[in-house]
């Protein structure tokens, strides 16, 4: 069932706040208070209006707890596409995983913003246990990771339309990456990069296209604490078509952090073939990914982040040592 709700009754004043760009959202996007008026009218139209709403933790869209087994997300005007690739996404995925995906219930507009309610999904966040784990434990986790990620890869192969559209769109990331790089690295790095991903873009253009998540992050996986199977996964609003090794990019980064053993495990539990160009070729989907911020991803490990880099080589066997 689809709900338009709000922008029909003229409403003198707005009840949603007016957003109009990143910043502003991420600044009030935890706002529940500010939020209220709104999700209070959108769920009377869902025939929720006695939920109990509740503040949740991360994310880039405000998302706010209906009860104890509902979530609402909203999307401001700017973000409406991805607010229709996450419908189109989860209606892809319905009944199609091994884990469980949120279930669509209501979605609609409401004055500038879309809204989704879906279903809380089960397990316990794997960005929770993390840093408590052992590395056996996180072995195991990264490789029902993998599995869980070769079967998502099964869930849908692209029509002849989507295989287009995702390597002009790689083709246009390697074109713009060293301005999309530009204030994240140093210029003698950014200098290499032509030369660097060169080699890899013939591959890339050849690669298979399939149904990815983009972002697999410690906040978008849930597990089983006992047997630490993949129970669920969140977050498909920058979901597309396109090839396998692009999905892999956030596990170096934010998992393994330049642990071999880890990523071994992650690669071993998808039933990757790893060859000798595989870490160059991995390291050039990470700079073409289009939310890559290497100065980023080296602030994320600590002490452990190397002192000076020179050479992206470096960059590629801290990451991609297999």
Partial sequence: MTVTSGSSEQNAETILPKIEDRTELSANRKNQTAFEPGLR????????????????????????????????????????????????SLQTLAGQTPFTVPEIKESGDCETWSFIVMTRVPGVQLASVWPDADSAKKEILLENLGRANAALHQVATATPEETTTWRAFMASQARNCVEHHRGKLSEDLLAQIPGYIAPALEVIEAAPVVFLHTELMLEHVFIDPDDLTIQSMIDFEPSIMGAIEYDFTGVPVFMTQGREQLLTAFLRGYG???????????????????????????????????KKVTHLEELEELWWSA
């Fill in 41 to 88: 009218h959108i769920l009377r139209d869902c025939g929720l209006g006695d939920a109990v709403l509740s503040a949740t933790v991360g994310g880039s869209m405000p998302v706010f707890g209906v009860n104890d087994d509902l979530v609402i997300k909203l999307f401001p005007h700017f973000c409406r596409e991805h607010f229709e690739n996450e419908l189109v």
């Fill in 272 to 306: 990757y073939r790893w060859r000798k160009p595989s870490a160059k070729l991995l390291m050039t989907y990470l700079l073409l990914h289009r939310y890559s911020n290497i100065g980023w991803f080296l602030e994320l490990l600590g002490d452990n982040r190397p």
